[in-house]
């Protein structure tokens, strides 16, 4: 290409500037968003009927996957104006989320109060993202051979089925853990109690981890220090259900993994295809997740080793799905 038909510096300074604010909206108004999540979540067991509380819980998670999906399916797109790899800003994204959620679980406003300001952040983060909506298909047309899920003779389709149910096995895993140790977990006049305060710590801080590693494909790799986090955290509960360390070892080996599979999914499918991964991912693994409550009703040693059996047959699952970057992580450790 000639000196003269290349783009200058200058015409892409605006498309530029215009990605790095509209990321800085972003931040913003996730953290307003998750903060009055938090802060309806921590008023909803006040909910008089179990069929009330059911309907509003799956409400919520239904409308948050449709937020999320809406927001990070253009998210490459805002990362490629503003001339940066994924993963970074996916983690900071989320990070300001997961510390207004914290904020909202322990906030004293009324439930109303955090439910129109959750409102209204949201509707500003996707006023923000309607700009960005369906320009990168446009900018990049890809050949369209199907949706992921069932399409067959690519290996980013098959990937990206992987990815999808990393998510579910690790959510269904961790919920159905935290459900177990919350049974033992020390009660104070306090919204948040001890252990999912554990939880909730550990996890924010191990979601920045991830910023380590430069190359946004190479976030997969700690999907096994995860899984196996998972192992020793249930293992660790069901031989002493009275220590409380194993909940934040839960939340660390949840949370680390997360950033890079939401970055392998959304690199590996199509982006026309972007929002429906998100909301098949994000949306099975709240269903998993329901499961919860069911195991929740076992007895206290039989749950508990249940959850062990899992993380076991969890550990060797994903091991298997994602041996290549298990592989690849120990090489970098060994010869850095």
Not at 58 to 68: K, Q, W
Not at 75 to 82: D, E, F, G, K, Y
Not at 139 to 153: I, S
Request: proline letters at 6%; hydrophobic letters at 60%.
């Amino acid at each position: 290409m000639s000196m003269m038909n290349r783009p200058s510096d200058s015409s892409q300074r605006p498309l530029l500037m215009n990605g790095k604010l509209v990321f800085v909206g972003w931040l913003i108004a996730h953290a307003g968003t998750m903060l009055g999540i938090g802060n309806v979540l921590a008023r909803w067991e006040g909910v008089a009927t179990a069929p009330a509380r059911w309907f509003g819980w799956i409400l919520i998670a239904g409308l948050v996957v449709l937020y999320r999906a809406a927001i990070l399916s253009c998210l490459p797109t805002l990362v490629r104006q503003a001339r940066w790899m994924l993963m970074r800003p996916l983690i900071v994204w989320e990070a300001v989320g997961w510390a207004g959620l914290i904020r909202g679980l322990s906030s004293p406003w009324p439930g109303w109060l955090g439910a129109w300001l959750a409102i209204l952040a949201a509707v500003v983060a996707l006023g923000l993202a309607r700009g960005l909506i369906g320009t990168e298909s446009s900018r990049f047309p890809v050949v369209d051979r199907g949706f992921f899920l069932w399409t067959r003779g690519h290996f980013d389709d098959w990937s990206a089925r992987r990815h999808v149910l990393a998510h579910v096995v690790l959510a269904g895993l961790t919920a159905v853990a935290l459900f177990v140790m919350l049974r033992s977990s020390a009660r104070s006049a306090q919204t948040i109690p001890e252990r999912l305060a554990w939880f909730l710590s550990a996890g924010g801080i191990a979601l920045l981890i991830p910023l380590l590693q430069v190359n946004p494909q190479r976030g997969m790799s700690f999907i096994h220090v995860g899984t196996a986090g998972l192992l020793i955290a249930t293992t660790a509960h069901a031989i002493d259900p009275w220590v409380s360390w194993p909940a934040a070892l839960l939340g660390a080996a949840f949370a680390l993994p997360l950033p890079g599979l939401t970055t392998a999914l959304l690199l590996h499918t199509a982006p026309a295809q972007r929002f429906l991964a998100i909301v098949v991912a994000e949306g099975l693994a709240c269903a998993a997740a329901a499961a919860a409550p069911i195991v929740d009703q076992l007895p206290g040693e039989p749950a508990r080793w249940l959850v062990v059996a899992a993380a076991v047959s969890s550990f060797g699952a994903l091991l298997r799905l994602y041996f290549r970057e298990c592989v690849e992580i120990v090489m970098e450790v060994v010869f850095w």
